[in-house]
């Protein structure tokens, strides 16, 4: 039996670090009125890093795929297959797994995006694993990179004070062992307006709105039902007990949704990992960060059991369950 095994991971985050006062003074200036209180309270997020302009989601992604091929101790030329999962990409074409597939001294291999929004990573890792069991592609790199900072209304302290930019990576290899056990994807298109960024460039001009804007509540509310619900499906499809999970690995959007989501499946705080409070919300990237983050400092070991979840505009779900 072929399986889909997790064999090194990367992260990149831009230097340029700022904390909740900072953003508070910044849209002070603005005549907006935040706090590094309601922020934290609210949300959990203490900083985010933000990429300077004309940095790129692909110069990010690249940055976390050099990393995670390193860490999986093979050569960009291995790489057979890339995913990237952006709703920020450089252009509207070519992809940026294109661009990152240039930028790493390769080709040959296939290369495509998947927009999946928050939920990107997990949909990019799903796609990656049917491919390889498919016998499609044996070594592959699932990038998830954003510069979100490019998309919010610095205007609307709603939004604008959770996102972060960032890049994380991993790469897949066909194994002999178990791997990726067990994924479920879900979306409700019905849900399209709660999250969004709905603008469009058509006949050179901008169409529509070009900021993010989110029903923060609404969102709130159907995360974690969804999540929730997931994380037994995905479980009961892999046949095994919640209780057997090492780690979760959930989407970093506010800590408040993921600590509702751990209470309600039983899992302990001292199994989830959050970086939110570093990274803010990276969108596709904040999974494969927070993967990278727990696996180098040794939380995450080889042989653990790994639920990762993302959750986001579209509206789209999703868990993955892997034995790392
Ligand atoms: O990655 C995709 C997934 N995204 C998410 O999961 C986000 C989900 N939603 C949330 O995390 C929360 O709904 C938010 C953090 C966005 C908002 O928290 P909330 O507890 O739902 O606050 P709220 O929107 O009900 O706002 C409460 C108050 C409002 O003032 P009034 O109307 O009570 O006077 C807001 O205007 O907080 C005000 N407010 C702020 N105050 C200070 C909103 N943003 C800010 C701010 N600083 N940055």
């Known amino acids: 039996m072929l399986y889909t095994k997790i064999i090194g991971t990367g992260g990149y985050l831009p230097p340029r670090i700022v904390s909740n006062n900072d953003l508070a003074a910044q ?3 603005q005549g907006l009125e935040t706090s590094d209180q309601w922020i934290t309270e ?3 997020i203490r900083q ?6 004309g940095v790129t989601s692909s110069q990010l992604a690249t940055q976390a795929a050099r990393r995670a091929l390193s860490d999986a101790g093979i050569e960009a030329s291995d790489i057979d297959l890339i995913i990237v999962a952006t709703s920020t990409p450089d252009h509207i074409f070519p992809s940026t797994a294109c661009l990152v597939q240039n930028e790493l001294g390769i080709s040959g291999g296939a290369a495509f995006d998947v927009q999946a929004v928050c939920s990107g990573f997990v949909y990019a890792l799903t ?6 069991k498919a016998g499609v592609a044996s070594k592959a790199l699932v990038i998830g990179a954003e510069v979100f900072s490019t998309i919010l209304d610095w205007n609307d302290r709603g939004t604008c004070v959770l996102f972060g930019d960032g890049a994380g990576a991993v ?3 066909a194994s002999s062992e178990p791997g990726i056990l067990a994924a479920q994807l879900k979306a409700d298109g019905s849900q399209n307006g709660i999250l969004c960024t709905a603008g ?8 529509g709105d070009p900021f993010l804007r989110m029903d923060g509540q609404a969102v709130f509310k159907f995360a974690v039902n969804a999540l929730t619900q997931s994380a037994q ?7 095994i007990d919640l209780s057997e999970i090492d780690w979760m690995v959930p989407h970093q959007a506010n800590v408040r949704i993921i600590n509702f989501i751990g209470r309600k499946l039983g899992m302990p705080t001292d199994k989830i990992v959050i970086t939110l409070d570093k990274h803010a919300n990276t969108s596709a990237a904040s999974v494969p960060l927070a993967l990278d983050a ?3 400092d040794g939380r995450i070991k080889a042989g653990d059991t790994v639920l990762m979840q993302g959750v986001g505009g579209g509206f789209t779900w999703g868990s993955v369950l892997a034995r790392m």
Do not use: P
């Open 27 to 29: 849209l002070a200036e």
């Open 200 to 207: 469009n460039v058509s006949y050179g001009e901008v169409v």
């Open 294 to 296: 727990a696996r180098k």
């Open 233 to 239: 499906d995905v479980a009961s499809k892999a046949q």
């Open 48 to 53: 985010r890093h933000l990429a300077e302009r």
């Open 127 to 132: 796609t990656a694993d049917a491919l390889i």
């Open 171 to 173: 790469v897949l290899s």
């Open 42 to 44: 609210r949300t959990g």
